[in-house]
């Protein structure tokens, strides 16, 4: 009976801490780069970078409500035809740089905390440690939200605002 009302209030206060994010794509289908390594286009890319984005929101502000409108997505690297057979591969080069855009609000409850419009980029994306795999299409991409994200909303960031 004890750890029944044990478990009980913790699925109370996991319950009461989850954060609610909505990610929102505004006009996909004219971002910058969506590219698969066939040349078209793939929305299925921004599933995974919804993901992310709500793993990290999730993540770092647990409780809050957040909303994100994404506004523009550039992936590292450029598709391009390559070899005899012309087959479409990801080339990485120094200037193709990934930059996502996006708006984003914070709230407690009726109130926003904080809200701003971001452009993220990745100047040296190629660089440093990924902590992701090298198989991860959108390691760079990850990367940078990872670092936006603990940046933002560090607590030593919270304690300045």
């Known amino acids: 009976m004890k750890y029944r009302w044990i478990a009980l209030s913790l699925v109370a206060i996991a319950a009461t801490a989850r954060a609610d994010v909505q ?7 004219k971002f910058s780069d969506i590219k698969d390594n066939h040349g078209f286009k793939q929305l299925e890319l921004l599933k995974d970078i919804e993901a992310h984005l709500v793993e990290q929101a999730a993540k770092r502000l647990p409780g809050r409500d957040v909303r994100i409108n994404v506004t523009d997505v ?6 391009e035809p390559f070899g005899r057979r012309m087959e479409w591969l990801r080339v990485m ?4 740089l990934p930059s ?3 708006n984003y609000e914070v709230r407690e409850g009726d109130k926003i905390v904080q809200q701003g419009e971001v452009k993220l980029r990745d100047m040296n ?4 440690f990924y902590g992701y795999s090298n198989s991860d299409t959108l390691r760079a991409e990850k990367r940078m939200i990872d670092r936006w994200f603990k940046e933002e909303f560090s607590p030593k960031m919270a304690a300045v605002r």
């Open 93 to 96: 080069r120094n200037i193709t």
């Open 74 to 79: 550039d992936l590292a690297g450029e598709v």
């Open 100 to 102: 996502i855009v996006f």
């Open 23 to 29: 990610v929102n794509f505004v006009q996909p289908e």
């Open 125 to 128: 994306y190629q660089d440093g």
